[in-house]
C-alpha cells in the first residue's frame, strides 16, 4: 500500500490517540510538517521500509513520551540536528539500512535513556567526539557496514552498561584505549584482533569475542527468532509489549 499525503494526514489524525502507530511499508517518500504534533500519547513509531530521503527538523518536537522509532530501511542521507532534543523518554532507535553519511555534533545529547542504537549498513565515516557522552543506560550499539576509519579517544567511556558493540565491516586499524576492558565487541580486521588479542593475554580479560558464528550475518535483518537467539534478545519481549515489532 502507498499512502498520499492525504491519506497519510488522515492515517495519523485517526491514531493520534494510540500509544503505537504503524506506517511501515506505505511508500512515504517525506514526512508533512506537523505530523505528529497532536499525538501525546505516541510512544511507538515505525517508518520502516518506506522510502524517505530526508526528516523534518523538528517532526517530533511534541512526542515526549516516544520510546521506540524505527526508520530502518529507507533512504536518509543526513539527519536534522535537534530532531530527536524532545524525546527524552526515547530507548530504541532504529536508523540501520539507509545511506547516513553523517551524525550530527550534538546528536542523541538530549535522550539519556537509550537503551539500543542500531547504525548499520550506513555510509557513516565519523563519529562525534562527543558521540553518546550523554547516554549512560546504552547497553547495544551496532556500527556495522560503515566507512568508519578510526574512533573518538574517549568513545564509550560514558556508557558503563554496554554489553554488545557491532563494528564489522568498518575502515579501522585500530581501537581507542577506551574500549579496553569492554565485553561483547565484534570486528573484522585481522590488525585489530591481534591488539585486542595481546591486550586482552596482557590484562586476562576476555573482552573480544572473535567467534562470531552465533551472531546473525547482518544484524540488521532482525525478526522474532533473532531477536530471541541474538545477545540483545532480552530486550525483545520489552519491545513486544510495547507495539507490533515491523523491521
Known sequence: ???????????????????????????????????????????????????????????????????????????????????????????????????????????????PKLKELYLSNNQIQALPPTFLEQCPKLKELTLDNNQIQALPPTFLEQCPKLRWLYLERNCLDRLPSSLEGKEGILVNSEKVRKEIGARRDQKRKNWLHADITTIPENPSNYDQRVFQSWPGGIEYQELKELGEMTF
Request: hydrophobic letters at 35%; charged letters at 20%; a neutral charge.
Open 1 to 111: 500500500m502507498t499512502f498520499t499525503k492525504d491519506q497519510l494526514i488522515a492515517f495519523v489524525e485517526k491514531n493520534k490517540d494510540q500509544e503505537t502507530i504503524n506506517l511501515s511499508r506505505k511508500g512515504i517518500k517525506k514526512i508533512p510538517e506537523g505530523l505528529f504534533n497532536n499525538c501525546p500519547n505516541l510512544r511507538v513509531l515505525y517508518l520502516d521500509n518506506n522510502r524517505i530521503q530526508a526528516l523534518p527538523p523538528a517532526f517530533l518536537e511534541q512526542c515526549p513520551n516516544l520510546r521506540v522509532l524505527c526508520l530502518s530501511n529507507n533512504k536518509i542521507q543526513a539527519l536534522p540536528p535537534t530532531f530527536l532534543d524532545q524525546c527524552p523518554n526515547l530507548e530504541w532507535l532504529y536508523l540501520h539500512n539507509n545511506q547516513i553519511q553523517a551524525l550530527p555534533p550534538t546528536f542523541l545529547e538530549q535522550c
